[in-house]
């Protein structure tokens, strides 16, 4: 018996190149997911511009940062679609579609977009665009009909949001046109800053990007939140909100040795120097191949758009489908 594969989209925004907490969070398991399933990856371009519409060479610059970091950690075009919102129109169309079933309150109380507001500071003056990046998302994630989606936290209350905009469309079409989707998380769902305050974020400033050099790892483990009572390496330390062990936890993949650091460092006795060396060594091992990787696909510019257009002139073609469906819905396929 032959099993059908199931469908993975998932996306990153051009803001910025990738960094730790994408690694960790989502494409390490895209990585290996690529193997079993239909797997489409979005270089979400336009929903980037929902707050750079004055800065769009914020996101324009991106958009091959973000090709070679895909490659560079492992996925591979052979096997996972890698397209450009901006050249998919259906995403677009999906998005007006879908824009007139979902209410503007409804829009304010998801939660992610509400501390967006807060830490950007936008008050009255939100782009609209931003307000409804959910709904452009709820059209990427169905124009693929994709029923996983392999992400971090913060984008769960997105997922609820398309899996609302899932039912009233097909409770308009009296059958399933659309599918609903679950999220994947990873084992390390919301990989924090290097300050401890906040999710690590492209946007943010506060990230260790995968193509870091050498110097930048290690000023990052230095400057990293520990225990502030921890004064005297005799005295005991706090295991809890101190990010090298968070970053331990996330990235060593020797799980009683850091079980053992913890004991140590509780009991007294193990400083942090110590502790922040032994993950700068085991962040430099993770990411120098991937350094070396981006650096020689980003040498190669016109391959990376060939492979970003390629995906898209497939992605096109699901995503029309999709459209045509749901234009279906609303009696519009006259000619
Ligand atoms: P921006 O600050 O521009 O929003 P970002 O760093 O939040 O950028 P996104 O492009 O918004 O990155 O997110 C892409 C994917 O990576 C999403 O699935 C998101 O949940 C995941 N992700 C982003 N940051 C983290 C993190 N710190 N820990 C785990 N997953 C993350
Ligand atoms: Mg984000």
Not at 167 to 176: M, S, T, V, Y
């Amino acid at each position: 018996m032959t099993s059908v594969k199931q469908t993975i989209l998932t996306g990153d925004r051009a803001t910025g190149p990738l960094h730790l907490g994408h690694y960790i969070g989502s494409l390490q398991q895209r990585v290996e997911l690529q193997h079993t399933h239909n797997q489409t990856i979005l270089v979400a371009d336009m929903q980037g511009l929902t707050d750079n519409g004055l800065t769009p060479d914020k996101v324009s610059s991106n958009i091959l940062n973000v090709v070679a970091d895909y490659l560079a950690v492992g996925i591979d075009p052979t096997l996972t679609t890698i397209c450009l919102q901006s050249k998919i129109p259906p995403l677009a169309e999906l998005t007006m579609f879908y824009s007139n079933l979902v209410s503007v309150s409804r829009l304010e109380r998801n939660p992610t977009v509400k501390s967006e507001i807060q830490s950007k500071q936008f008050g009255r003056s939100i782009p609209a665009g931003f307000l409804t990046y959910p709904i452009s998302q709820a059209a990427d994630i169905t124009a693929f009909r994709a029923n996983l989606v392999p992400v971090g936290d913060d984008q769960l209350p997105m997922l609820e949001q398309t899996n609302e905009i899932v039912r009233k469309i097909n409770r308009l079409a009296g059958k399933d046109i659309l599918v609903e989707c679950k999220p994947i998380l990873s084992h390390v769902p919301r990989l924090p800053s290097t300050d401890g305050k906040n999710k690590m974020s492209k946007s943010m400033g506060n990230a260790i990007n995968l193509g870091a050099s050498v110097k930048e790892i290690s000023q990052a483990v230095k400057s990293m939140y520990t225990d502030p009572n921890h004064l005297k390496v005799e005295a005991p330390g706090q295991i809890e909100g101190n990010v090298v062990f968070t970053y331990l936890d996330a990235f060593c993949d020797d799980k009683q040795y850091v079980a053992n650091l913890k004991a140590h460092y509780a009991a007294g006795g193990l400083g942090d120097g110590v502790t922040k060396k032994i993950l700068e060594e085991c962040l430099q091992e993770i990411l120098a191949p991937i350094r070396h990787k981006r650096e020689s696909f980003l040498a190669d510019k016109q391959e990376l758009i060939n492979i970003l257009r390629q995906g898209t002139e497939s992605a096109n073609q699901t995503a029309s489908e999709v459209l045509d469906d749901v234009k279906a819905v609303y009696g519009l396929n006259i000619f």
